[in-house]
């Protein structure tokens, strides 16, 4: 079973940035780390959880979705088993719940059905 807890949200102006970590224990802990996708996807208050960005297994390629393209960056640490999504220049409308989530020797995917391991989340709030 993979357990992943998400940590770094909370309240800043917009023009602000946070660092999200999520850190990896179970069954992707280790070595195994290396062999999982790490997506991050968020939810508002009247939104379906939606694509933020993701890092592929592989060859850790990254992908982003057009809203938060230039402004977050997703990162892994695999000596740590912690994947980060790092924001930039926040704006009020990323104010969410952000997920962030596994998927074994994904292909770094922005369906979240793909992914079988989830966090509880963290929040952002953003101040305008």
């Known amino acids: 079973q993979v357990v992943l807890v998400e940590s770094g949200g909370g309240f800043v102006q917009a023009g602000g940035s946070l660092r999200l970590s999520c850190a990896a224990s179970?069954?992707?802990?280790?070595?195994?780390?290396?062999?999982?996708?790490w997506g991050w996807f968020r939810q508002g208050l009247t939104n379906e959880r939606e694509f933020v960005a993701t890092?592929?297994?592989?060859?850790?390629?990254?992908y982003y979705a057009d809203f938060v393209k230039g402004r977050f960056t997703v990162s892994r640490d695999g000596a740590k088993g912690v994947a980060y999504l790092w924001m930039n220049s926040l704006e009020p409308e990323d104010t969410a719940v952000y997920y962030c989530?596994?998927?074994?020797?994904?292909?770094?995917?922005?369906?979240?059905?793909?992914?079988?391991?989830w966090g509880r989340g963290t929040p952002v709030t953003v101040s305008s």
């Open positions: 890092l592929d297994w592989d060859d850790g390629h990254s």
């Open positions: 989530a596994a998927d074994e020797y994904g292909v770094g995917s922005r369906d979240r059905d793909r992914y079988e391991a």
């Open positions: 179970g069954a992707a802990s280790g070595m195994a780390f290396t062999r999982y996708a």
